[in-house]
């Protein structure tokens, strides 16, 4: 083979060796590939009881009233909130206890717990719960 073949060959693979990184990135990003597949559900909870989730976790809901909260942007509000306890099987240091109100997404390696609504006659959680694959 000629040294200008050998180089064009180079050249080609390091273009191809380019792009297969700039696919892999966008899988990563857009949630694509097999590791970062995104799974939801939306369930309720009653005040003061529990619900398991995927197998792995539990939620459980209580202590519903309305108090004064900041919420994530900075701002003082008024409204409901309740107590969650999140409790992961798999891992215990994932669990913990929040006062979550609607609109709050509470982040764990494995979850995304957001509180969709709070309140109803029953007094309960409505919430959106996302694994990660």
């Not at 559900?41 to 539990?58: A, C, H, L, V, W």
Request: glycine share 8%; net charge negative.
């Amino acid at each position: 083979m000629k040294k200008d073949n050998i180089k064009e060959i180079r050249i080609c693979l390091n273009i191809i060796a380019v792009f297969s990184f700039i696919l892999m990135a966008c899988d990563r990003v857009e949630g694509n590939s097999e590791n970062q597949a995104l799974t939801e559900m939306t369930s309720y909870i009653p005040k003061n009881t529990q619900g398991t989730f995927f197998e792995d976790i539990r939620i459980a809901v209580g202590n519903i009233w309305q108090e004064e909260y900041i919420a994530d942007n900075g701002e003082l509000q008024q409204g409901i909130t309740c107590g969650l306890w999140f409790f992961a099987k798999h891992d215990s240091s994932q669990s913990r206890h929040v006062r979550v109100y609607p609109g709050k997404k509470v982040l764990s390696d494995d979850y995304i717990i957001e509180a969709v609504d709070i309140g109803g006659g029953e007094r309960e959680l409505c919430l959106r719960l996302s694994r990660w694959a």
